[in-house]
């Protein structure tokens, strides 16, 4: 199953320097059947788009949790063969059951230089735009207004490097 996994900066160096990711809490998200199930339309492309801004936006509360931390988002999309669906968390959470190696990693997204204000605002008032604050809402959005870059996964040691 292809899952996206929540990360940040540290965690990709971690992931390059120890050959597996490691996710925080063992959480992935998915193109789970409730996730499916809770769109009226959509093709599995865009349902899988759904799932991995689901955990960008897991990425950003790992970013609120650490003022060090480069405010960039960032996804690894991993195709792995065991997970536990966890509908009672959420329609796209899914528990892995250890870390990925990183021969299982498809992809890399992160987000750009340009976007780094954005998350930085968005990742200081994540918690207060999931309780419905319509300013916290308005500074997550602007960081969700930045798309994702992709990256294979043996350009990440040069990405990081450059950075």
Do not use: C
Not at 8 to 13: Q, S
Not at 59 to 86: C, Q, Y
Not at 87 to 107: E, N, R
Not at 121 to 128: F, G, M, R, T
């Amino acid at each position: 199953m292809r899952v996206y996994l929540p990360a940040t900066v540290a965690m990709l160096r971690d992931l390059v320097e120890n050959g597996e990711f490691v996710a925080v809490g063992g959480t992935a998200f998915a193109l789970t059947p409730a996730l499916r199930e809770s769109y009226a339309t959509g093709d599995t492309e865009e349902l899988e788009y759904s799932a991995m801004l689901d955990a960008a936006r897991g990425s950003l509360r790992l970013i609120a949790g650490d003022e060090k931390a480069v405010p960039r988002r960032a996804v690894v999309s991993a195709d792995v063969p065991d997970v536990k669906l966890r509908p009672d968390l959420d329609f796209s959470v899914v528990k892995l059951s250890g870390p990925v190696p990183v021969k299982l990693v498809a992809a890399i997204h992160l987000d750009t230089l340009e976007a780094e204000e954005d998350v930085r605002a968005a990742a200081d008032v994540i918690d207060a735009a999931d309780l419905g604050d319509p300013d916290a809402e308005f500074a997550l959005g602007g960081a969700e207004d930045h798309e994702l870059a992709w990256y294979a996964p043996q350009e990440l040691p040069f990405l990081l490097e450059l950075m």
